[in-house]
């Protein structure tokens, strides 16, 4: 489902000097394999992910998404085949603020050219147990709300690869629970490949899968962690 071979990406310092995040030799998640990657914050999860999902591109490298290399990809091709294939709960919502939850959920549906379908995109917010806020625009939702929303938003168009930064990261226990459920019994039943992101040893420890960043990225490597 997800092959990333020889992936480099570098920022650059604001003194204008290269700033290497990844330098990621292999990485794969299979088909309707449900992962989590875990690292210190700034380790450069974020980025990984944004190259995964074709939001920003690597350096160099391959990284191969159901069968299409998306680094071939023109933009507009990168953004179709992200709306059709890719779900993404992103780790600072990025809801649209003219619009209410429900308006949030089913306007990712139209960017696929499939029908919208009001049914599931109620029937999600109703599992993120919004069905009372579907109305609310982001400005009149809690941050936990909103994240919430992402979380439904990202499951709408029936996606074959999810990645979920943080997704749990402004809930408490319960909505925590309850969104990792929804994540992976709809991953489950849809046969969808899951990338979650978390700090929370809580989460992670739900799952078979624990990838730390720094292991599998040589930057990581080069520049250990700091012991607290
Ligand atoms: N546009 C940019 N220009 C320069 N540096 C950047 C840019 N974007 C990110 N970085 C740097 O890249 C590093 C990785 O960022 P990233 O957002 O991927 O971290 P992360 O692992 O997701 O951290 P967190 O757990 O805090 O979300 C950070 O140190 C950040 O300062
Ligand atoms: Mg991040």
Not at 90 to 110: D, P
Not at 115 to 126: M, N, S, T
Request: aromatic share 4%.
């Amino acid at each position: 489902m997800l092959i990333l071979k020889e992936v480099l990406k570098s920022f650059t310092e604001p003194d204008g000097s290269p700033l290497p995040i990844l330098d990621v030799p292999e990485f794969h998640v299979a088909p309707s394999e449900q992962m989590v990657l875990v690292g210190q914050s700034g380790c450069g999860k974020t980025t990984l992910l944004h190259i995964i999902s074709g939001i920003s591109r690597p350096d160099s490298g391959k990284v191969r998404v159901n069968d299409w290399d998306i680094t071939l990809m023109t933009e507009p091709e990168c953004d179709r085949f992200r709306a059709e294939h890719i779900g993404y709960v992103f780790q600072t919502f990025n809801l649209l603020r003219g619009f209410s939850a429900l308006e949030n959920v089913m306007l990712s549906m139209r960017f696929t050219g499939r029908k919208v379908d009001k049914q599931r995109a109620r029937h999600l917010l109703e599992r993120v147990g919004l069905g009372h806020r579907t109305a609310h625009k982001p400005t009149q939702l809690s941050v936990g709300e909103q994240q919430r929303v992402a979380v439904a938003r990202a499951l709408a168009n029936r996606p074959k690869l999810l990645l979920a930064d943080e997704p749990t990261a402004n809930v408490d226990a319960g909505h925590q629970q309850q969104i990792l459920d929804l994540l992976r019994e709809t991953c489950r039943e849809e046969k969808v490949s899951l990338v979650l992101v978390t700090h929370s040893a809580e989460v992670a420890g739900q799952f078979d899968r624990v990838e730390r960043l720094e292991e599998f990225n040589r930057v990581g490597r080069k520049n250990p962690p700091t012991a607290h």
